[in-house]
């Protein structure tokens, strides 16, 4: 916001001089938000084995060691773990919210982004499937550690192999 304020970042005022455009930044925001989280979550995950580090050329295993995996402490996430992160997570994670700043945009485009990234994580882990988040896509990474990475709207995990069903077990219940 200090950018626009002391002119050093151009954007403009009326978000409906330009409807077309300013739609599509939102949309744009949307699906760069599931892009930006899906790689940046597998960065933090080991690549090979969790036992190796960066000699070994895993940088995955060392940010997971030794950044991500406080985060992971939540093995059965609630709505408030979807934030609980190492601050150099932080730091990877809230990247995702500067990339409105790279076109003349509206200030509502960033404050999009910023929301999205605040509000995102608690339908991640908020512990209920339909009709609520859909948290069950994300429980199994909780649980699994090496599987859905991303987010539903764009299953970038089908596309890259990480994807894992969630099967409910039917239950079996003796009270009637």
Request: contains cysteine.
């Amino acid at each position: 916001m200090w950018l626009w304020a002391s002119k050093r970042l151009s954007y403009y005022n009326d978000f409906w001089s330009r409807p077309l455009f300013s739609i599509f930044i939102l949309l744009l925001i949307t699906y760069w938000s599931a892009f930006h989280f899906y790689w940046m979550h597998r960065l933090m995950h080991p690549w090979w084995s969790i036992r190796y580090g960066i000699r070994q050329g895993d940088l995955g295993a060392f940010l997971y060691r030794h950044f991500h995996s406080l985060h992971h402490r939540s093995h059965n996430p609630g709505p408030w773990s979807g934030l609980s992160m190492h601050p150099v997570e932080h730091f990877f994670y809230y990247t995702r919210v500067y990339f409105p700043l790279l076109f003349s945009c509206h200030p509502i485009h960033f404050l999009f982004a910023k929301f999205q990234a605040d509000i995102g994580p608690i339908s991640g882990h908020d512990g209920h499937d339909a009709p609520a988040g859909g948290a069950a896509f994300h429980y199994l990474h909780h649980a699994f550690f090496e599987c859905n990475y991303g987010v539903p709207l764009i299953n970038f995990d089908r596309l890259f192999g990480t994807y894992r069903e969630y099967v409910r077990k039917p239950t079996t219940s003796t009270h009637q």
